[in-house]
Antibody
Framework: QVQLQESGPGLVKPSQTLSLTCTVS??????????WSWIRQHPGKGLEWLGY???????YYNPSLKSRVSISIDTSQNQFSLKLISVTAADTAVYYC????????????WGQGTLLTVSS | QSALTQPPSVSGAPGQRVTISCTGS?????????VQWYQHLPGAAPKFLIY???KRPSGVPDRFSGSKSGTSASLAITGLQAEDEATYYC???????????FGGGTKLTVL
């Protein structure tokens, strides 16, 4: 059974770059056609899809984040990562990593989430 | 504002039936994309509850059921139990976004 675990700094200053990592266990990030995803939840709000990377290649991002976001895979560590540049207080949220088996089916397995606060 | 619209809250007594609606548009649910539902407890990972509009992953009780019609979908929970108290989210693919959209979440209170 696949498990996902997010890790990150917890606190980032405004204008800096946010980097989060999702460590995958119980499955190889390289195998199968999966969509490795990042989703966030602002305090007291609903869920927002940030983007995903397909294990066969290709990345897809939420246009609302414009060019601030990037997702990459590190097969040697069985991890995938999220980078968000030029963060502001509006990026304060709980960030979840997740896995989907099909781009239109939605995430099946999720991590527990990691809180990221943007503050000086 | 979420792309999929859900009521902020619903409630019901133990044993009762509740439904949660999810309204989308012609670029997501109305375009024929499947709806998924998730159960979310504070501090926990969202749980995959319903996929393909009405299918249940193994381990999900048959008290949970989903349906879809036009640009809307619904989640029904029968025989309410205290452990069902959680926030429920619907989700679908959106072709305008080329990605996923979620509802704003519905908090279920078991009275």
């Amino acid at each position: 059974q696949v498990q996902l675990q997010e890790s990150g700094p917890g606190l980032v200053k405004p204008s800096q770059t946010l980097s989060l990592t999702c460590t995958v266990s119980g499955a190889s990030i390289n195998s199968g056609g999966y969509y490795w995803s990042w989703i966030r939840q602002h305090p007291g709000k609903g869920l927002e899809w940030l983007g995903y990377i397909y294990s066969g290649g290709g990345t897809y991002y939420n246009p609302s984040l414009k060019s601030r976001v990037s997702i990459s895979i590190d097969t040697s560590q069985n991890q995938f990562s999220l980078k968000l540049i030029s963060v502001t207080a509006a990026d304060t949220a709980v960030y979840y990593c997740a896995r989907a088996g099909y781009y239109a089916s939605g995430p099946i397995s999720w991590g527990q989430g990691t809180l990221l606060t943007v503050s000086s | 504002q979420s792309a999929l619209t859900q009521p902020p809250s619903v409630s019901g007594a133990p044993g009762q039936r509740v439904t949660i609606s999810c309204t989308g548009s012609s670029s997501n649910i109305g375009a024929g994309y499947d709806v998924q539902w998730y159960q979310h407890l504070p501090g926990a990972a969202p749980k995959f509850l319903i996929y393909g509009n009405m299918k249940r992953p193994s381990g999900v009780p048959d008290r949970f059921s989903g349906s879809k019609s036009g640009t809307s979908a619904s989640l029904a929970i029968t025989g309410l139990q205290a452990e069902d108290e959680a926030t429920y989210y619907c989700q679908a693919y959106d072709r305008s976004l080329s990605g996923w959209v979620f509802g704003g979440g519905t908090k279920l209170t078991v009275l």
